[in-house]
């Protein structure tokens, strides 16, 4: 049984899913234009919830958090959230058979589970006679905003970063406006807890967005130095829709173009995914899945918890295992190392990173994976194996990052190298060559 609603008249849903945001929420304003109270629903979803191992995940906390604070504003003012822990299917016929439900209103989501489910729902509501509207939100374009004059998916970053912003010039955006009034009013409902979800809070420090503009506008002298407060870290904001995407870019125009061109980037591999959803599981260049890897689950297990005795590695990975959080630069030489110098497939190393990344985003880490193996779409050539000696030389110079991580780099008991990097580059070189010769 859900709560009740004050009475039969007809309302709109807005379901909430990755767009955890009132202020400047392109589908929450199309809701409120339908002429009948809104009210917003959140879906724990048990299919995706009930694949992540571990029970202490900062993701689910994090969108706990942000649920419950729309939840306070909303019932701040009246109205409410209806949070339910189900599948979105069996979800929508409850809330079907409970409430006069006249059409639901969501924003595009690009993954294939998420096009497979809405497409469910969309039947399933049109045959109880509901309307089921979606609009872009989490992306400036979409799908085949950004496409070839022939009408061909890019599958190059240079031309569809230049088709973008020819799109983009001159674009204003006008924020989408909150309506509080159009919610519909009726008594708080209930939220189930972290447990009732399956899930134990970890203590993780929460944050609202904050856009430090001061780092934006000198983004391309520091993005590259892990030690340094160089990026915005607002990956996990963008993830979860905390932060609006129109808004970071039109500051991303007026401040910076190298950091405009990393949410170019984001929206390119999103593209990539929503045309080529097959690199799920294969490699974009389909000849690299013949490469013969050599996966030992011992090496991946030393490079999982930063034991590897490669200072810029170990480092990277202990930060990712401590916080949620790499830095991007180490991102591309942890994910070399073990693709290029151990020969895993790149398919561990993204699912590693999947299940313990706070922003992680499935496009924008498969995209990643693909780009670092040399197995994507406009991805480092094969050769190009990063030397984690050169980077950190380049970009730790006085080893701050490493010896955060590593407190005990340069003393006895930190670990020997496990491989030889020029042996181990050899190695990559000579087994990709085989497959790629074979192409
Ligand atoms: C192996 C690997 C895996 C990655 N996995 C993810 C992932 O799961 N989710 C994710 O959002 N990013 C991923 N990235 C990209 C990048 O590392 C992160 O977006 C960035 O480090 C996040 O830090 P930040 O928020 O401070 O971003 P900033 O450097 O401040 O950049 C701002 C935003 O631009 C976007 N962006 C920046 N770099 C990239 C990039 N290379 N590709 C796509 N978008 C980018 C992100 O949305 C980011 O939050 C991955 C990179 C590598 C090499």
Redesign the pocket.
């Known amino acids: 049984m859900l709560p009740q609603i004050p009475n039969e008249s007809p309302i709109s849903i807005f379901w909430f899913r990755r767009d955890l945001r009132l202020a400047d929420n392109a589908g929450l304003h199309h809701a409120f234009r339908s002429g009948n109270p809104v009210l917003p629903v959140f879906i724990f979803d048990k299919n995706i919830l009930g694949k992540l191992e571990d029970k202490e995940d900062r993701r689910v906390e994090f969108i706990y958090h942000f649920i419950k604070k729309i939840k306070k504003a909303l019932e701040d003012e009246g109205s409410t959230l209806l949070v339910l822990h189900d599948e979105p299917e069996l979800a929508f016929e409850k809330i079907i058979a409970e409430y006069n439900i006249q059409s639901v209103y969501t924003n595009h989501d690009y993954e294939p589970y998420s096009i497979e489910r809405d497409e469910k729902i969309r039947k399933f509501l049109i045959e109880k006679g509901v309307a089921f509207h979606t609009f872009k939100d989490q992306v400036v374009f979409e799908r085949f905003e950004v496409i070839k004059p022939a009408g061909e998916a890019y599958t190059i970053f240079t031309p569809y970063s230049k088709t973008w912003k020819y799109k983009f010039h001159g674009r204003s955006f006008t924020e989408y406006k909150l309506e509080m009034d159009e919610f519909l009013i009726t008594d708080p409902m209930p939220l189930p807890t972290m447990e009732d979800i399956g899930f134990k809070a970890t203590g993780l420090k929460i944050e609202d967005p904050v856009i430090r503009e001061d780092i934006i506008k000198t983004y391309h002298q520091t ?1 590259d130095y892990p030690a340094q407060e160089g ?5 996990v904001h ?2 979860f829709g905390t932060l609006s995407i129109r808004k970071l870019v039109k500051l991303a125009a007026k401040l910076n173009e190298t ?1 405009l061109n ?2 170019i ?2 929206e390119f ?1 999103m593209s990539i995914l929503y045309h080529h959803p097959r690199i799920v599981t294969e490699s974009f260049k389909v000849q690299y899945d013949r490469i013969q890897w050599l996966n030992n689950p011992e090496d991946f297990k030393l490079w999982c918890e930063g034991q590897t005795g490669i200072p810029l590695v170990d480092a990277g990975m202990r930060e990712l295992n401590a916080t949620g959080h790499m ?2 630069r180490v ?2 030489v942890a ?1 070399s190392f073990l693709t290029k110098n151990l020969l895993i497939d790149w398919r561990w190393g993204e699912a590693y ?1 999947a299940a313990k ?1 706070l ?3 499935l496009a ?2 498969n ?3 693909q780009w ?1 193996s040399g197995t994507g779409c406009d991805a480092a050539p094969y050769f190009r194996v990063f030397n984690p000696e050169t980077q950190q030389e380049k970009f730790d110079p006085e080893f701050k990052y490493i010896k955060q991580w590593i407190p005990e780099y340069g003393t006895k008991n930190y670990i020997k190298p496990m491989v030889d990097l020029e042996e181990s580059r050899e190695r990559c070189l000579a087994t990709y060559q085989k497959t790629v010769g074979l192409a």
């Open positions: 993005r990026s915005t870290k607002l990956g963008l993830r950091f990393e949410l980037w984001r591999f830095h991007n991102r591309m994910a990173f990344l922003d992680y985003e924008s880490n995209g990643n994976w670092a």
